[in-house]
């Protein structure tokens, strides 16, 4: 079992930044490959990001990319997201998430083997 959880959501306004962070406990983490999904009202679960089991790729869904980086640290059994420039419509429950292995490309959400509780993040306009 690997047990994950999510901090460092909130509110913020349009423009602004968030850093999200995922702690990871309970197997070796780095045997794992780590992504971000969000979940938006009303709406579907879907992929943000992911990244490698050693930190070197990582792969992000197109609009998002310039805007998000997805970070991890091994040492630490942490993965991050920071996001900038953030928009309304970027206003969503985030969600980590892990599998084994390495899958740097778009993650579907019956692929991921533990998820993380949540982080709400709004972003006012």
């Known amino acids: 079992q690997v047990q994950l959880v999510e901090s460092g959501g909130g509110l913020v306004q349009a423009g602004g930044s968030l850093r999200l962070s995922c702690a990871a406990s309970?197997?070796?983490?780095?045997?794992?490959?780590m992504a971000w999904f969000r979940q938006a009202p009303g709406k579907e679960r879907e992929f943000v990001a992911t990244?490698?089991?050693?930190?070197?790729?990582?792969y992000y869904v197109d609009f998002m990319k310039g805007r998000f980086t997805i970070s991890r640290d091994n040492a630490k059994n942490t993965a991050s997201l920071q996001m900038n420039s953030l928009k309304p419509e970027d206003t969503a429950v985030y969600f980590c998430?892990?599998?084994?292995?390495?899958?740097?490309?778009?993650?579907?959400?019956?692929?991921?083997?533990?998820w993380g509780q949540g982080t709400q993040v709004t972003v006012s306009s």
């Open positions: 998430a892990a599998r084994p292995g390495d899958y740097v490309t778009k993650w579907r959400a019956g692929d991921v083997a533990y």
């Open positions: 990244i490698s089991r050693g930190g070197l790729r990582s």
């Open positions: 309970g197997r070796t983490f780095s045997n794992f490959g």
